[in-house]
């Protein structure tokens, strides 16, 4: 089986976010670059199925700048088999932050058709701009069937059996045919840990470069990028132990809407 | 040969001997055989040859498995004047031996100088079978000599029977279930050896009785020799080599070379060092007797180790691909791999000069750098590292704001000291108590220090655990944020952060120099105010300790603050608190928990106080005394906090 893992870079959790000098975007001149969490539990589904099956291919993808084979590098350490890479410039015209949602999962389509895959994995969602919108939207392009929010997934037959997570703890089981594309969500497995002889093999293996398509125009338009502005309000209520009660019984249910 | 007492005088250098001798006036012959026929030299030219033959082709296999061992290639002999004095003090004066066991160190050390004093004596017993005796005609030196040997004789003689009765009647635990046979062969020819010669003291020369004598002493030194090889008795060829050839420092990691080298993963990763260390084993069981770890009911057990790399080795042989690691060696598990806390009482205290963490480490490299480990926790623990730099998987941010709230000075070129927090500083509730501690001290003292912006761990678990890339990384960002930072001295709470930048760090690059508190603090514990009443038992810390050599620094900084106690192991016998080797984050553990017996043992002082070192430590014996602490534990302080007290006490008195 042939799967496809297709993976976003971004900058660290803790990277401390400036909002860039144009008030368009994100400054990103000291951002320190890591594989998307999500993205991350993707490559592992798809490294235990080939384990579990015995056989078959991994191939990781990326768009992106240069930076981004650092991340593909990951991967392969990891294990995947081998890597492709949309190069896209680092800033300016064709740039990741000049194309939008539907554009950049055009250029991973268009490189996951050449790999003609079982299956294709990827993150729910990523970690910066969080939209959830790639994956399906690639299934959409591909014309394959999808499934969002998978944690597990099984092969059962000659297609899939995978287990999504629904809202409230629910689940559900879908089975699936083949070819297909999964978003899937974090903490469905456990993560590898990169390894010495991960990164020396990674050097041997197949990084293969793809000129990324010009972008097309965007269909939505960045007006303002802000920080948010965190408030901090406190009130205290005040009464008689009962009448403390009544108002904070009140205010959790009209104001905060949580009983 | 005769011992003549006042009446009779035997040759003219006996009565020469007598004379010196003054009232005791003894007179002193070794009975040799008058003469050998042509046939009796050949056999015994015929028996010599056969003894050392034997003693060839026994040894044969394990010196080509030493050999054919892959090369130690960080190996020097630099620094020579250091192994000069190691093999001086190690094996000429048997030190380590008498000092870690005084009574069977002190029979073992009789016994080699006994065989040392009898080098002259056996070499002249081979010569007179051929008819060229030397030493009984070499004048008044000849006799001085035969009566110097007759006392090692007897000393030997004595000190064998004792150690002979300690393996098999006393039988200590960690000798082993089973005890070789050989080693009661063994035991008896050495008797046999100084018997013999005993009592040609009081035949007559040339007499059948001598002749006896000589042969059966011979037969005992010639079936001697080829015994040696195969049984633990090869340490008496293999050791004084050994201890001169070990790697010249504690914990000695080699640099893994090349793209195929993970550690120890099967027997071609197995070094000569590693080779000759294994056949030099002495199955003494310190090591296991000093472990924490087969103390406290984990299936590591050291010496289990080294002899399982011999085992491996005699029958795998050195360039086997056969893992060494849960294979064909039951010995050689991951799960005892992964018992080890690195203390380092295993490689402290053997005195054939093994050294168990290069080989318990490497396998642990051989394991981690191929992905062949899979531990829930472990892997979270590096996970933590790779994505946020510290060992506790905290948010950078939380260091931040523990910065901001202490109001910690950032380094910037003009302090003398950059102030190295560690995770356990940075995101531990206690550390930050004896970081912010230990600043109070500083700034009492008018020392300027600042902390880094970033702080990354050093990596000192991942080195441990044997996970080269993670370490390799850490290394590497901590020595550019260092020189980034301009930092020349450092000072830290955390002993493994001391060793690991110090000492590991090398691989990468030269860090600033770099102490720990307890020697900045102790350089001025004159300035630290002097505190009366409890009594401080203070805990030696592994990495602080056997790792470094610092035993007094620490001491003199608890002496400021109270009345010192010491444990029942102490300084380099310290008895480890659980958390090294990175095991402070794997998960339970099997068998009784290593902090709580050293809590126990602490407590067993009756001291009021507990002093540590080592953050790691102070949160061991924290969760122990939680558990086994009792109704009134004793308060649990890092030496910081025992010198912050003082200073608060003198600032409150003032006002």
Redo the contacts between chains.
């Keep these: 089986m042939k799967i496809v893992v297709a993976v976003k870079q971004v900058p660290e959790r803790d990277a401390v976010v400036r909002v860039a000098a144009d008030g368009r975007g994100v400054d990103e001149s000291d951002a320190a670059w890591t594989m998307n969490e999500p993205d991350a539990y993707a490559l592992e589904e798809a490294l235990q199925l080939k384990e579990r099956a015995g056989d078959g291919e991994v191939v990781v993808l990326c768009a992106g700048p240069e930076r981004v084979q650092s991340t593909l590098r990951e991967a392969l350490a990891k294990g995947a088999d081998r890597a492709v890479h949309v190069v896209t410039p680092e800033s300016g015209a064709g740039s990741l932050g000049e194309r939008d949602t539907l554009d950049v999962a055009r250029l991973l389509a268009d490189a996951v058709r050449a790999e003609a895959a079982d299956l294709v994995l990827t993150g729910l969602q990523s970690d910066d701009l969080g939209a959830g919108q790639t994956g399906v939207v690639m299934a959409e392009l591909l014309g394959v069937p999808h499934a969002t929010l998978v944690l597990q997934v099984e092969l059962a037959g000659a297609g899939i059996k995978v287990k999504r997570e629904l809202e409230d703890g629910w689940m559900q089981q879908v089975e699936m045919p083949l070819p297909a594309l999964l978003t899937v969500q974090s903490g469905g497995n456990r993560l590898r840990y990169a390894t010495l002889m991960g990164i020396k093999r990674a050097r041997q293996k197949e990084m293969r470069e793809v000129e990324a398509a010009a972008a097309t125009k965007r269909a939505d338009e960045v007006v303002k990028v802000s920080l948010p502005v965190r408030v901090k309000q406190t009130e205290m209520l005040t009464g008689s132990a009962d009448e403390i009660a009544a108002k904070l019984v009140e205010r959790l249910k009209f104001e905060v809407k949580v009983l | 040969m005769r011992l003549l007492w006042w009446r009779s005088m035997g040759s003219a250098e006996a009565g020469e001997m007598a004379g010196v001798l003054g009232v005791l006036r003894v007179g002193i012959t070794l009975a040799e055989p008058m003469s050998f026929s042509v046939a009796e030299k050949l056999l015994l030219a015929a028996l010599m040859a056969a003894s050392a033959g034997v003693f060839a082709w026994r040894l044969g296999p394990m010196a080509r498995n030493v050999w054919g061992a892959k090369k130690d290639t960080d190996f020097s002999l630099r620094p020579v004047g250091k192994r000069v004095w190691k093999f001086v003090w190690e094996v000429l004066c048997q030190a380590k031996v008498i000092r870690q066991r005084p009574l069977p160190g002190l029979a073992h050390a009789f016994v080699f100088w006994g065989f040392l004093a009898f080098a002259l004596v056996s070499l002249n017993h081979i010569a007179v079978g051929f008819g060229c005796g030397f030493l009984q005609y070499a004048g008044g030196f000849g006799t001085f000599y035969v009566g110097y040997a007759a006392v090692w004789a007897l000393l030997v003689a004595v000190s064998i029977s004792g150690l002979f009765v300690r393996r098999f009647v006393v039988r200590p635990k960690w000798l082993g279930e089973k005890v070789s046979m050989e080693s009661g062969v063994i035991a008896g020819l050495i008797f046999a050896l100084m018997a013999t010669y005993l009592a040609a003291l009081f035949v007559a020369d040339g007499s059948g009785e001598a002749l006896g004598l000589w042969w059966v002493h011979t037969l005992v030194l010639l079936a001697f020799l080829p015994i040696i090889p195969g049984t633990k008795h090869l340490h008496l060829v293999l050791s004084p080599l050994t201890v001169f050839l070990k790697r010249p420092e504690f914990s000695q990691l080699p640099k893994?070379e090349g793209?195929e080298d993970?550690g120890l993963v099967a027997g071609k990763d197995l070094t000569r060092l590693i080779a000759l260390q294994a056949y030099s084993c002495v199955e003494c069981g310190r090591c296991t007797e000093h472990c924490p770890a087969a103390n406290t009911g984990k299936v590591l057990n050291p010496k289990e180790i080294v002899l399982g790399v011999r085992s491996y080795l005699n029958a795998e042989g050195p360039g086997s691909e056969v893992a060494l690691l849960d294979g064909s060696v039951k010995a050689l598990s991951m799960e005892a791999a992964f018992a080890c806390t690195t203390c380092g009482a295993c490689e402290f205290q053997c005195p054939v000069g093994v050294q168990h963490l290069p080989v318990l480490i490497g396998l642990r490299r051989g394991a981690?750098?191929?992905?062949a480990w899979e531990d829930?926790f472990?892997?979270k623990l590096?996970?933590a590292l790779?994505?946020?730099g510290n060992s506790l998987g905290m948010?950078?941010?939380e260091r931040d704001k523990f910065i901001a709230k202490q109001e910690f000075p950032v380094f910037d070129g003009s302090q003398e000291y950059c102030l190295w927090l560690g995770c356990m500083g940075s995101y531990d509730p206690k550390g930050r108590e004896i970081v912010s501690d230990f600043a109070r001290v500083m700034r009492a003292l008018g020392t300027g220090f600042g902390v880094l912006k970033k702080e990354k761990c050093t990596g000192d678990p991942a080195r441990r655990l044997g996970?080269?890339?993670?370490f390799g990384e850490l290394a590497e960002q901590g020595l550019k944020a260092f020189e980034a930072a301009g930092v020349k001295k450092i000072v830290t709470i955390c002993p493994h952060c001391v060793r690991t930048i110090a000492t590991d760090w090398l691989e990468y690059g030269v860090a600033p120099e770099i102490e720990h508190h307890s020697e900045f603090m102790a350089r001025h514990a004159h300035l630290l105010p002097k505190q009366t009443g409890a009594n401080i038992v203070y805990h030696d810390p592994c990495y602080l300790g056997r790792y470094r050599e610092v035993y007094d620094e620490p001491r003199a900084v608890v002496a400021t603050a109270g009345e010192l106690v010491e444990a029942e192991r102490s300084r380099e016998r310290s008895f480890c608190c659980g958390a090294g080797g990175g095991l402070a984050f794997l998960g339970e553990e099997s068998g009784e928990r290593v902090s709580h017996v050293r809590a126990q043992e602490l407590m067993a002082t009756g001291a009021e106080t507990i002093g540590t070192a080592c953050p790691f430590c102070n949160s061991m014996f924290r969760d122990a005394l939680g558990a086994v602490g009792g109704e009134t534990p004793p308060q649990l302080l890092d030496i910081a906090q025992l010198a912050a007290r003082g200073l608060a006490a003198e600032t409150a008195a003032k006002q």
Excluded: C
């Design positions: 893994l793209d993970f981690v750098n191929t992905g829930r472990g892997t590096f996970l790779e994505k946020q948010s950078t941010m996970n080269d890339l993670l």
